[in-house]
């Protein structure tokens, strides 16, 4: 079975710091994704990665960075944070032949900027 | 512009009974549409694909289809369960990469005992 690890449930931060959200796959997955979850608006993408060291832009990119230096590690960082990136923010893997293929989804981190 | 909206919002049923979620979308062009199942405090669960050529999939107590034509899909939940609560969220891709999805707001269901 795939296993998408996010590493923290919850997280509490202050405005303006810089904050890590970190995503593990044990699957040898292509692709990794990284969206935010917010009532009635669906999943958004923040940014997305095919292979070690590449990412694009997702729908909603801007005060996040990410970084995939290895492929089964991809980390989302808010560079300066603020309280309307308080949300719930979900990791998800897939093969790299992707398009049929299910993203598996972590448990999710829900981020609280005070 | 590319959207997929989920109806219900919210749903309350009696456990036994049966129920339909509806997904309507205007991706173009369509490659394919998922279902995916979220129980409260986990990341969603894949229950089945549509792809363009296929009209009816059974996963279960779950059947999904699929009318590529009026651009709709439903999400047919058989004799439900407690555990069938959940939230149920409609995504579709079209053809491109891996990443152009996009994912429904979701249909809330819950099961009554």
């Known amino acids: 079975d795939v296993k998408v690890t996010q590493s923290s449930r919850y997280l509490v931060k202050r405005t303006g710091e810089k904050v890590f959200l970190e995503c593990v796959q044990d699957?040898?997955?292509?692709?990794m994704f990284w969206y935010r979850q917010d009532p009635g608006l669906g999943l958004r993408l923040i940014y997305f990665?095919?292979?070690?060291?590449?990412?694009e832009k997702g729908d909603i990119p801007e005060g996040y960075s990410v970084s995939r230096e290895k492929k089964e590690r991809f980390s989302l960082i808010l560079e300066s944070a603020s309280t309307n990136q308080t949300s719930m923010y979900l990791c998800?893997?897939?093969?790299?032949?992707?398009?049929?293929?299910?993203?598996?989804f972590g448990d999710g981190t829900r981020l609280s900027i005070l | 512009k590319n959207q997929v909206e989920q109806s219900p919002q919210s749903l309350i049923i009696l456990e036994g009974k049966n129920c339909t979620l509806q997904?309507?979308?205007?991706?173009?062009?369509?490659?394919?549409l998922r279902w995916y199942k979220q129980d409260t405090g986990r990341g969603p669960v894949s229950l089945t694909i549509?792809?363009?050529?296929?009209n009816t999939k059974s996963n279960g107590r779950y059947t999904a289809t699929l009318d590529a034509d009026t651009k709709q899909s439903s999400l047919h939940i058989t004799a439900s369960q407690l555990s069938d609560s959940a939230s149920y969220i409609c995504?579709?891709?079209?053809?491109?990469?891996?990443?152009?999805?996009?994912f429904g707001s979701g249909t809330r269901l819950s099961i009554r005992p």
């Open positions: 998800a893997s897939s093969p790299g032949q992707g398009l049929y293929q299910p993203q598996h």
């Open positions: 699957m040898d997955h292509e692709n």
């Open positions: 990665s095919y292979d070690v060291k590449m990412k």
């Open positions: 997904c309507n979308y205007t991706v173009s062009p369509f490659s394919n």
């Open positions: 549509m792809t363009f050529s296929e």
């Open positions: 995504v579709v891709s079209w053809y491109s990469s891996a990443s152009k999805i996009i």
